[in-house]
């Protein structure tokens, strides 16, 4: 090492262009980096949960789904449904939307007159009166299949209009359809003067992106300022800091600029990585300086001086980046893929900043050494060298004590982290002012839960699952989820049949069942093949009726409770 940054002294011009071509290299590829907290992304491509995942997905339709959520007087006002129906066909024209999810766009079966209809909303307004709102709302409010899908409040003063988007699309795609839902919400408020409140699961994985971003553009200078800070007051300078924040600087462009040419991204667990380089930089130029400020003392010549500390520090320095890359990339034995990230991100940027270190600090140094007086004064000691030594003396005389007050702590520490439990929930990672948290509470009190738990129901033997003894079976499934306090809502093909034979027997309650005749099921099942959203009965079960689908709906709960619930129902 003495000999490259001999080499480096000699060369600086050499030395800063070999810096500067993969900084701006790297430079230019930080556009590109994205944020990416979709829980898709945490696992393998080959991984059985995610295949089985992407095939759920790929038979019936994407889950995820913006909302749009707000509050009136009266759902069932024409200028409120005609807003909604608005709103829904804009909604539609995104690129990429699976179909909107409102109460003039849900389809359900109906008595009209002597004529049985299944259809929308959307398909009346157009001829609709006020006269004929009061028989609207008793219509849909006592529809079991409206409350199901959570677009309508029980009193009709709230609605949601809920934007699924295509299968599995991706967390960059679902950055761009917020921020157009956001400018149509933009528009209607001021059109409408009802305020407009954005939900749903992938609006709180962009916005825990977008935080994160705006909480890096704060944070970076915060933790510069302190660095450079804490720097001038050990080494007395205000031209000696500048330069390990530029090495820390340098590093964490090159790590960054890395992440996208390995074609990969940010998540919330790597996100650290940008305060671990900076800090890890900063800590091993503090140690190269302070064996400088030593060196500097016994001999006048700079050069010397910087050649000697390389060769004292270089060794023990170059072991601890090692060790500590090393232990980063022990995480690659994870099977967890973000955590994976985290690891090949850390030991890269670690050893980046050390070769850096060992390059760059020293030809600053070269440059900037006569700006430094403070080095070569108070050779008798500085405040910081006195408390060190009032320290140490302490160690000497109470060496017994501090044994022992240490292995107590220890004891007491491993006591505490016997009882750590992991455990996530990330509306907490958001303020209480926050759109994502009164997005939620609204959400929770005025149209219950929402987040999907998601059933694939087949036989065995691959038998059609159009039959009384299956269906039976999904109907008492849904009333033990249900029995749970955070589910308060399920959806399956039991319920469609249920609603679909109690309006051809005149909107009987009592023919609220499922027949028993499997001829009857069928028929059924022809008959309400556009019951639902747009993609009808489709989104529900299989083209061949070999596998239908079930959707409990669960408050957000902290994943302990999730994997609780989960392990019970299973």
Same mark, same amino acid.
């Given at each position: 090492m003495v000999r490259i940054v001999r080499w480096v002294l000699n060369h600086p011009a050499a030395f800063i262009l070999m810096v500067l071509l993969p900084t701006l290299f790297f430079a230019w590829q930080l556009p590109k980096l994205e944020v990416n907290s979709d829980v898709p992304a945490m696992f393998h491509s080959d991984d059985p949960d995610l295949v089985y995942y992407e095939g759920f997905y790929k038979e019936f339709g994407n889950e995820e789904f913006f909302a749009v959520l707000f509050r009136c007087e009266d759902v069932f006002d024409l200028r409120i449904l005609r807003m909604i129906d608005r709103l829904t066909k804009r909604f539609e024209e995104l690129p990429g939307v699976n179909q909107v999810f409102s109460v003039t766009s849900f389809s359900s079966a109906y008595n009209k007159g002597?004529?049985?209809?299944?259809?929308?909303?959307?398909?009346?307004?157009?001829?609709?009166?006020?006269?004929?709102?009061?028989?609207?709302?008793?219509?849909?409010?006592?529809?079991?299949?409206?409350?199901?899908?959570?677009?309508?409040q029980?009193?009709?003063?709230?609605?949601?209009?809920?934007?699924?988007?295509?299968?599995?699309?991706?967390?960059?795609?679902?950055?761009?359809?917020?921020?157009?839902?956001?400018?149509?919400?933009?528009e209607e408020e001021k059109r409408e003067g009802i305020k407009m409140i954005m939900g749903g699961i992938p609006f709180y994985l962009v916005s825990a992106d977008e935080a994160f971003m705006r909480d890096s553009r704060l944070m970076v200078p915060v933790l510069v300022s302190i660095v450079f800070f804490v720097l001038f007051l050990i080494f007395r300078s205000y031209w000696l800091p500048s330069v390990p924040l530029i090495v820390a600087g340098i590093s964490i462009v090159w790590t960054f600029g890395f992440v996208v040419v390995m074609g990969k991204f940010i998540t919330s667990i790597s996100e650290i990585v940008l305060p671990l380089i900076l800090i890890y930089g900063i800590l091993t130029s503090v140690h190269f300086l302070s064996a400088y400020r030593q060196m500097v003392l016994k001999t006048q010549d700079r050069r010397e001086a910087i050649l000697k500390t390389v060769a004292h520090i270089t060794r023990p320095c170059l072991w601890a980046s090692v060790t500590t890359a090393i232990g980063f990339l022990s995480l690659l034995t994870s099977s967890v893929t973000v955590i994976q990230d985290f690891g090949l991100y850390a030991s890269f940027g670690v050893m980046v900043s050390y070769l850096l270190t060992f390059t760059f600090l020293p030809l600053g140094l070269d440059w900037l050494g006569w700006k430094m007086p403070s080095l070569v004064k108070n050779k008798s000691g500085s405040s910081i060298q006195e408390f060190v030594e009032i320290i140490s003396g302490l160690a000497g005389r109470y060496s017994r004590s501090i044994v022992v007050g240490t292995v107590g702590i220890i004891v007491l520490f491993v006591f505490w982290m016997g009882r750590v439990t992991v455990d996530t929930n990330y509306l907490s990672l958001f303020r209480e002012d926050t759109e994502v948290i009164q997005s939620e509470? &609204?959400? #929770?009190?005025?149209?219950?839960? $929402?987040?999907?738990?998601?059933?694939?129901? !087949?036989?065995?033997?691959?038998?059609?699952?159009?039959?009384?003894?299956?269906?039976?079976?999904?109907?008492?499934?849904?009333?033990?989820?249900?029995s749970f306090p955070p589910i308060d809502k399920s959806l399956s093909v039991a319920d469609m049949l249920k609603k679909a034979n109690q309006e051809l027997h005149g909107g009987d309650p009592n023919f609220y069942v499922i027949p028993s005749d499997k001829m009857a099921i069928e028929r059924l099942a022809?008959?309400?093949?556009?019951?639902?959203?747009?993609?009808? &009965?489709? #989104?529900?079960?299989?083209?061949? $009726?070999?596998?239908?689908?079930?959707?409990? !709906?669960?408050?957000?709960?902290p994943s302990k409770e999730f994997v609780a619930l989960f392990e019970e129902i299973e």
């Open positions: 002597d004529t049985l209809v299944v259809g929308a909303l959307e398909d009346e307004l157009s001829y609709l009166q006020p006269s004929d709102m009061e028989s609207i709302r008793n219509r849909i409010l006592s529809d079991p299949l409206y409350q199901k899908v959570t677009i309508v029980k009193d009709g003063k709230g609605a949601s209009i809920n934007i699924a988007l295509d299968k599995l699309a991706s967390q960059k795609y679902k950055k761009k359809v917020a921020s157009e839902i956001r400018k149509i919400i933009m509470r &609204l959400a #929770s009190e005025f149209f219950g839960s $929402w987040a999907p738990i998601e059933f694939s129901v !087949r036989y065995k033997d691959g038998r059609d699952v159009l039959d009384y003894a299956a269906l039976q079976e999904i109907a008492k499934l849904q009333t033990y989820l249900e022809i008959f309400m093949q556009d019951l639902g959203g747009r993609k009808g &009965l489709s #989104s529900y079960l299989a083209n061949d $009726w070999s596998r239908m689908r079930l959707t409990a !709906r669960s408050h957000i709960l």
